[in-house]
């Protein structure tokens, strides 16, 4: 009943890049005209546009033929509760097809013990089923208990995962409505700057949630384990000596399971210092207020990100879980026992069936509900959702900087994405010196501040 999860909908993205299979046009306006540094002048030109009799737009007649666009669609399992026959009969999504194999492997144990007591004088029922019968309330107690707390944690998970997305888009809202009117090359390279680092913060994120899930069984690997492949010869290595330095900094033997998750922390240590840095691309600091309601929003996802920890290091209690999942198939492989004792035989297998498929099910949907993040049709794809927010993000960036700016944005982000996966892509950067060392105007800066000449001249 365990074992590593299955993959469905994503086995033709893995490295997503089929989410943006379409490409942006080029040809969108210029900073330059209708999102001037000194404001709107006049609007670009519009496309031409016909309407039909119902009042409908559509394109001119040589551009009639409409092309389907491809690309990644968020994963969702709907259904109409009210539609007794879809709900019932539906194997999609479902735990039936699950549940059936071990529905089949009481039945024909049920006949087994039957024709045994039958043909050849072994008699395995029970005498008596009293003791059965105060087993079956310990095994329901523990059945119920199992699902409310599974549906507990799983309601947890999707309130932090709200909360994540709600802290991107709040943030990226917020940079570009207190930095609008600020309308300069530096200004608008730091909204993107600050919108980028909120999608790698989101996307390293969602990735160490699927990393746990699906690969449990590289949790304890050694990360700061040297690849000859990947690093070259330790004589002459691409590897940075802060990398080599962080791993003499740490106490002990660090694991990928560790490290994947302290990925989204130094993202977001980023993302608190790309923030600060506005006053050198503003020109001027912002009031108080409005930048603690950036780093505010950054919190908040951490926040939701250490709520994410607790529960993926904080698995369902296994000594409860293994004392529920013995005492049930105990209970469930021992009813033809006490059954067969008193009833007939197809009655015995009709109760086997509806106990059987009953009790193992509300299991199966508790094992459902235990592990949100992964590949499975009942899991939250949290990926697909994640790229709502990147959209949202592009707007903020699109209505404030001009297409130019939103096209950008995406196109790092989709460079980004060629590399490989986020945690990939940080292993990387630890690896590398950009992420490490200051930006250059920052040195500069402090050159100005350590001489008076150099400093006059600066200014």
């Given amino acids: 009943m365990e074992g590593k999860k299955s993959r469905h909908y994503r086995d033709a993205s893995d490295t997503l890049l089929g989410l943006y299979s379409s490409n942006l046009s080029s040809s969108t306006p210029s900073q330059n005209g209708y999102y001037g540094s000194g404001g709107p002048t006049s609007p670009p030109k519009q496309p031409s546009v016909t309407f039909d009799k119902h009042g409908d737009t559509s394109s001119p007649p040589k551009n009639k033929k409409k092309k389907e666009r491809g690309g990644y669609r968020v994963h969702r399992v709907s259904y109409t509760a009210q539609n007794h026959v879809q709900v019932l009969f539906r194997t999609y999504a479902s735990a039936f097809p699950q549940v059936i194999p071990f529905v089949c492997a009481n039945v024909v144990w049920t006949l087994c013990v039957y024709?045994?007591?039958?043909?050849?004088?072994?008699?395995?029922?029970?005498?008596?089923?009293?003791?059965?019968?105060?087993?079956?309330?310990l095994?329901?107690?523990?059945?119920?208990?199992?699902?409310?707390?599974?549906?507990?944690?799983?309601?947890?998970?999707?309130?932090?995962?709200?909360?994540?997305?709600?802290?991107?888009?709040?943030?990226?809202?917020?940079?570009?409505?207190?930095?609008?009117?600020?309308?300069?090359?530096?200004?608008?390279?730091?909204?993107?700057?600050?919108?980028?680092?909120?999608?790698?913060?989101?996307?390293?994120?969602?990735?160490?949630?699927?990393?746990?899930?699906?690969?449990?069984?590289?949790?304890?690997?050694?990360?700061?384990?040297?690849?000859?492949?990947?690093?070259?010869?330790?004589?002459?290595?691409?590897?940075?000596?802060?990398?080599?330095l962080m791993k003499q900094l740490s106490h002990g033997r660090r694991s990928f399971i560790d490290e994947n998750f302290r990925a989204p922390v130094n993202f977001a240590h980023i993302l608190r210092q790309v923030i600060m840095e506005h006053p050198h691309y503003l020109g001027y600091t912002m009031p108080t207020n409005e930048y603690r309601d950036l780093l505010r929003f950054v919190e908040?996802?951490?926040?939701?990100?250490?709520?994410?920890?607790?529960?993926?290091?904080?698995?369902?209690?296994?000594?409860l879980l293994q004392m529920t999942r013995a005492v049930l198939f105990f209970w469930v492989y021992t009813l033809p026992m006490v059954l067969l004792k008193d009833y007939r035989l197809w009655s015995s297998i009709l109760i086997v069936i509806l106990v059987t498929f009953g009790?193992?099910?509300?299991?199966?949907?508790?094992?459902?509900?235990?592990?949100?993040?992964?590949?499975?049709?009942?899991?939250?794809?949290?990926?697909?959702?994640?790229?709502?927010?990147?959209?949202?993000?592009?707007?903020?960036?699109?209505?404030?900087?001009?297409?130019?700016?939103?096209?950008?944005?995406?196109?790092?982000?989709?460079?980004?994405?060629?590399?490989?996966?986020?945690?990939?892509?940080?292993?990387?950067?630890?690896?590398?010196y950009d992420i490490w060392e200051a930006p250059e105007w920052w040195f500069e800066q402090k050159q100005c501040d350590d001489s008076v000449d150099t400093n006059a001249q600066c200014q």
């Fill in 300 to 319: 908040n996802f951490i926040n939701a990100f250490h709520g994410f920890r607790v529960l993926v290091f904080t698995p369902y209690p296994f000594p």
């Fill in 359 to 432: 009790f193992i099910g509300v299991e199966y949907v508790s094992m459902s509900l235990d592990d949100p993040f992964g590949d499975d049709t009942n899991d939250v794809d949290e990926h697909g959702m994640s790229l709502l927010v990147y959209e949202d993000i592009y707007l903020a960036i699109y209505r404030t900087d001009g297409p130019d700016a939103a096209v950008s944005l995406r196109d790092r982000v989709l460079d980004r994405y060629r590399q490989g996966r986020e945690l990939d892509c940080y292993r990387d950067d630890l690896k590398g």
């Fill in 139 to 244: 095994v329901s107690f523990l059945i119920v208990s199992r699902s409310q707390i599974s549906y507990a944690r799983f309601m947890e998970y999707r309130r932090h995962l709200a909360a994540s997305y709600q802290a991107c888009r709040e943030l990226a809202q917020y940079t570009t409505v207190y930095t609008f009117q600020t309308q300069t090359e530096d200004a608008a390279w730091w909204r993107q700057e600050v919108s980028f680092r909120i999608i790698l913060l989101l996307r390293v994120t969602m990735d160490a949630l699927l990393w746990s899930s699906t690969e449990r069984e590289k949790w304890e690997d050694e990360y700061f384990k040297f690849n000859r492949e990947q690093d070259g010869d330790k004589e002459d290595s691409r590897v940075s000596k802060h990398f080599l």
């Fill in 115 to 137: 024709y045994m007591k039958r043909l050849t004088f072994i008699d395995l029922t029970f005498h008596s089923s009293v003791g059965h019968s105060f087993m079956g309330l």
